[in-house]
């Protein structure tokens, strides 16, 4: 009996390694970003595994988290564009390129740069929600979150933290209904912006993803309608 109950034992701990090596392996089967988006992550300064752009010293900084299992470069043009308008930005790696593992990223890029006044986090897909989690856990620090196809990790209705929400109408994984949904996790005053005829995978320059809608619209328009109205919530 103790004899099969080792083989049994054995047996178990064989699959939770096999699980375990299993999730390692998918996290890092990333999607990458295309050559228009390395163009603009060549802007950009390499500081501890994040992308940096803009002047350190700027008054407000915005820090985004990349979605699940998307490489950093993928955001560059963020960074490119709003550096334009004087908003320092910092996209950093994610432990196991999964924002719920590494909620926390923020924390470092904040105290790395003391002279900037007011900061605002968020993310694409989870990227934004793992953004909300530090958020809530900070607010004295943090000033807002700005959701890109995302929603809260938690409810955030009764936060003192200005919100931006910024979907795409035929997003095929952050779809209408959820970002609806969200409007009771998050304060009254968010600003919501339905990005027409976009989708998921336009919010960063990656190209297309598993279980997406295809959109009409390139990945520049996406984000250039997604940058304005950054710009003018900021």
């Known amino acids: 009996m103790k004899k099969k109950l080792k083989w049994i034992g054995l047996g178990l701990l064989g699959v939770v390694l096999i699980a375990i090596i299993g999730f390692f392996v998918w996290t890092q089967l990333t999607y990458g970003p295309t050559e228009e988006a390395l163009s ?3 802007e950009a300064t390499e500081v501890d595994n994040r992308l940096e752009f803009g002047d350190p010293s700027s008054e407000t900084g915005f820090i985004l988290y ?9 955001y560059a043009y963020y960074g490119a564009r709003l550096a334009e308008e004087g908003i320092f930005v910092a996209i950093p790696s994610l432990r196991l390129n999964l924002g719920i593992a590494d909620i926390d ?17 968020g993310g694409h897909s989870l990227g934004g929600s793992a953004a909300s989690g530090y958020a809530l856990e900070h607010e004295e620090q943090v000033d807002g979150v700005i959701f890109l196809a ?15 929400s910024v979907s795409g109408e035929i997003d ?32 960063g320059m990656y190209g297309p993803q598993d279980g997406d809608n295809d959109s009409p619209l390139s990945a520049k328009e996406q984000l250039d309608e997604t940058i304005d109205q950054i710009i003018d919530w900021l």
């Open 40 to 42: 603009y992550a060549a």
């Open 172 to 203: 095929g994984l952050a779809n209408e209904s959820d970002i609806e949904a969200s409007r009771d996790n998050v304060p009254d005053a968010t600003v919501f912006h339905q990005i027409k005829a976009g989708n998921h995978a336009n919010f």
């Open 150 to 164: 995302s929603y809260p990790i938690s409810t955030m209705a009764d936060s003192d933290l200005r919100v931006l």
């Open 66 to 74: 990349p979605g699940a299992k998307v490489e950093k470069e993928a």
């Open 105 to 121: 990223a923020a924390e470092d890029i904040i105290a790395a740069h003391p002279d900037i006044e007011r900061w605002v986090v």
